[in-house]
C-alpha cells in the first residue's frame, strides 16, 4: 500500500513540480550542447576546421532532439 500512495504522488499530487524540474533540466542541456555547437561552429568557419564542423553538425542533431524533448514536455505541463 505503502508504494502505491509513492507512486500516486510521483505521478498526480508532485505532477506539476516533476515536470518543471524535467523542462528546467532540459533548458540546461539545451544551453549546454549550444554553446559547445557555437564554439565548434564558429571554430570551423573561423580557422577551417573540419573536425569542428562534424562536431557542430553533431551537437545540431543534439538540439534538435533536445528541442523535440522539451516540446512534448512543454505540451504537457500545458494540459
Given amino acids: 500500500m505503502m508504494l502505491f500512495r509513492i507512486f500516486l504522488y510521483l ?4 505532477k506539476p ?3 518543471n524540474k524535467t523542462m528546467k533540466e532540459l ?20 580557422k577551417n ?3 569542428a564542423g562534424t562536431r557542430a553538425r553533431k551537437s545540431a542533431l543534439e538540439i534538435s532532439k533536445l528541442m523535440k524533448e522539451f516540446r ?6 500545458a494540459k
Avoid at 505521478?11 to 508532485?14: E, L, P
Avoid at 559547445?36 to 561552429?41: D, G, L, Q, R
Fill in 49 to 51: 576546421n573540419k573536425a
Fill in 27 to 46: 533548458v540546461e542541456k539545451i544551453n549546454a550542447e549550444f554553446e559547445v555547437f557555437a564554439a565548434n561552429a564558429a571554430a570551423q568557419v573561423e
Fill in 11 to 14: 505521478c498526480v499530487d508532485n
Fill in 17 to 19: 513540480n516533476l515536470i
Fill in 72 to 77: 512534448k514536455v512543454s505540451v504537457e505541463a
